[in-house]
């Protein structure tokens, strides 16, 4: 069954209600006030840029470093990029040729995921155990290695909230300073600011999580289901060189020469002893 999200126009349009969810949160997070109108509220964007600290640029560099892995990842897991399918024909070409040293070099330079897969069994070659072996080894290892990818974003997605909430904390240490300077009678005014900056925070963590995580798991299914599907191109080329096994040798016949094989001799049965006549 098609998955519906195996489409880039699917997968791009999944993108956009989040980015213009945090574009339409920016644009009108603050309203006025009815009990003082004169007071213009501050953007969404002014209290970030006001409440900016170390918390907010490693926040920031992350989201870029989380935008770029997203960018690449929905680039590169594409099945045309993966495994495309001008190289399964050529190959499959290469081995109805019989041009099996041509298929090792082309194979050797393929970046695709069928010729990584394929290169280390044609190499161990006659044996086909051991050809098959090798090639889900290097199945095993090129699957590692494309989660591997992708898992930077699960641990961007993680560090988000825990950044969060170190902000929280200094914006609270922040207001609860204030009031300590105030004696104790701080009115909200000298107060806000702290909490301003602690939710601020919090906000900038969850805004780095949510997509990153988001597009983490739709990434994995997306990689999961290509190098399945890599796998079984790879296992039906490999049936396809698979050497033709001998026949059988027939009993009484060396697998080598052909030559029927001596056989020991048969021991002839002694004479049963002569049954002595009976006295008279």
Known sequence: MRRWYRSARIRVALLLPVILGFALVGSTFAQADSSAPHVEPDSLFTLLLHSADAVTIIILLLSIAGLTLIIQGFIKNRASVFMPAESTEHIRELIGQ???????????????????????????????????????????????EQFRKIEYLNIIGNLGPLL????????????????????????????????????????????????????????????????????????????????AEKPAAAPGVRPQTGVPQPQAPRKIPAPPAPVPAPAH
């Open 164 to 243: 969060g909430l170190l902000g929280t904390v200094l914006g609270m240490i922040v207001a609860f300073s204030a009031m300590k300077a105030a004696g104790g009678s701080a009115n909200p005014g000298d107060l806000a600011g702290g909490i301003s900056k602690a939710l601020c925070h919090t906000f900038e963590g969850l805004a780095l999580a949510v997509p990153c995580l988001a597009c983490f798991g739709i990434l994995r299914t997306i990689v999961d289901r290509l190098t399945v599907q890599g796998a079984l191109v790879a296992e039906e080329l490999l049936l396809m060189v698979k050497p």
């Open 98 to 144: 019989k041009k099996f040293k041509e298929l090792i070099e082309y194979t050797e330079s393929d970046p695709s995921f069928v010729s990584k897969a394929l290169n280390p069994a044609l190499k161990r070659a006659p044996s086909f155990s051991s050809m098959k072996e090798a090639m889900e080894t290097a199945i095993g290892e090129q699957t590692a």
